[in-house]
Nanobody
């Protein structure tokens, strides 16, 4: 099995910063894409940032400038640095990873963490 565990969420004032972490563990041979998504109450889950194993990153236009994704492949860990936070950034933030579990299979499977709450007060 594969587990993703997020940490680093919490309550912060508008203009503040938070750094989220997500550690993947379990039956992991290789991870290709690691990403952060978020979901606000009553809203659809949306992509915040994604990173390939060789360091290429992707941000939707609405997320560019204040969010930075990074990863430590040796630790199977992905980070999300969030700066200049706004009340509209309030959401549950989820970690996502594409995991290849064995060298015997080329298949990558999608895994999700349980989410970490980020609340930005005005």
């Amino acid at each position: 099995q594969v587990q993703l565990v997020e940490s680093g969420g919490g309550l912060v004032q508008a203009g503040g910063s938070l750094r989220l972490s997500c550690v993947a563990s379990g039956s992991i041979f290789r991870i290709n894409i690691m990403a952060w998504y978020r979901q606000a109450p009553g809203e659809q889950r949306e992509l915040v940032a994604a990173s390939t194993s060789d360091g290429n990153t992707n941000y939707p236009d609405s997320m560019k400038g204040r969010f930075t994704i990074s990863r430590d492949n040796a630790k199977n860990t992905v980070y999300l640095q969030m700066n200049s936070l706004k009340p509209e950034d309030t959401a549950v933030y989820y970690c996502n990873a594409g995991v290849r579990k064995s060298w015997l299979s080329a298949e990558f499977s999608d895994y999700w963490g349980q989410g970490t709450q980020v609340t930005v007060s005005s």
